[in-house]
């Protein structure tokens, strides 16, 4: 008899619960945004997502040219592109606002002689104008707002995540470009995050202008622009170099 009962219970029990998570699912509905789909993109490992523009591929300079315009005078070999020293560096010959931009990088290993500034040196500029450093910074002492991943002579980083020299390093970069209004007043400086090895290095810095050597920074008034690899008189390689214009 008691058996009997509590099947009972059970049958009466059923539909009610079955209506309460009827009425759970219309309650999570009304929060549930099914609009706008966000577009697929392939990511295959160690190559650029299928939505980014090539900068680099590891075989030709087709996309850069030299600082004074004409073809870019850097070396191709071996998967990657070596500064040659003194011939100036190299910038696209597209223009970019706001990017997430992927850039690898190798510091050469013949370090005798060579300490601060000198050892490794390039740098990856924005808009041919803002710079992130490249440096050799495995111990390698220097201004920490000169070393690697720094914005030059603005932003220290928050840690030191380099490699030694002769091993890749990657920096991924997400640029949010100044915007100047029409009488030529800055609406909203330029700001960046950087990752240096996947590590965060610069996390939404505000910088203060153009990137100086001398001096305070200020604004130039300026439009989309290339991006810039810097000739400072090492033998600095780069590969894999992608951008995606956001
Ligand atoms: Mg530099």
Known sequence: MKHALTIAACLLAVPAFAQDQTERQREAAKT?????????????????PSDAIVLFDGTSLDAWEAEEGGEAPWTVADGAMTVVSGSKGIRTKESFCDVQLH?????????????????????VFLHEIYEIQVLDSS????????????????????????????????????????????????????RVTVLHNGVLVQDDVVLSGKTEYIGAPSYPVHDCAPIYLQD???????????V???
């Open 32 to 48: 549930e945004v099914w609009e706008p789909v966000p577009a697929t993109v392939a990511t295959p490992e160690g190559a650029a």
């Open 103 to 123: 850039v690898e990088w190798r510091s050469p290993t013949d370090i005798e002689g060579f300490d601060s500034q000198d050892r490794g040196n390039s740098g």
């Open 139 to 190: 111990d390698n002492p220097t201004y920490p707002n000169g070393q690697a991943a720094s914005i030059y002579k603005q932003a220290i980083p928050l840690v030191n995540a380099s490699r030694a020299p002769g091993e890749w390093q990657e920096y991924d970069i997400i640029w949010k470009s100044p915007r100047f209004s029409e009488g030529g007043g800055l609406e909203s400086p330029a």
């Open 232 to 242: 400072h008189d090492s033998e600095v390689s780069f590969r894999n170099i992608w």
């Open 244 to 246: 995606r214009k956001l």
